[in-house]
Nanobody, 121 residues
Framework: VQLQASGGGLTQAGGSLRLSCAASGSIVSIGAMGWYRQAPGKQRELVAL???????NYADSVKGRFTISRDNAKNTVYLQMNSLKPEDTAVYSC????????????????WGQGTQVTVSS
């Protein structure tokens, strides 16, 4: 299983970016998918999660500005980030939780590589 993230970059405050993360492999099912972020000198924090049924959970700091969505057929999760602030600057990592594959009865969490988001003031 691989998670491939894309869409990070540099923008000014007030700008927008869209992150994507696609899971590939012999995937049977995925529970929640989402994004965490880690800024320099800070702990990793949850940004947003979405279940296979479409239920969402957001960090208070991004509510009303970020929108998470998911395409179950493509095993892909998206994060639309609007009204970006300098404090949103961080490495964003995607996660696929409770992921099941054809060759293993267990369910595990898989992480994608981080993508840098930088917001200038």
């Amino acid at each position: 299983v691989q998670l491939q993230a894309s869409g990070g970059g540099l923008t000014q405050a007030g700008g927008s970016l869209r992150l994507s993360c696609a899971a590939s492999g012999s995937i049977v099912s995925i529970g929640a998918m989402g994004w965490y972020r880690q800024a320099p000198g800070k702990q990793r924090e949850l940004v947003a999660l979405i279940t296979s049924a479409g239920s969402t959970n957001y960090a208070d700091s991004v509510k009303g500005r970020f929108t998470i969505s998911r395409d179950n057929a493509k095993n892909t999760v998206y994060l639309q980030m609007n009204s970006l602030k300098p404090e949103d600057t961080a490495v964003y990592s995607c996660v696929a939780e409770r992921l099941a594959v054809k060759t293993d009865p267990g369910q595990y969490a898989y992480w994608g590589q981080g993508t840098q988001v930088t917001v200038s003031s």
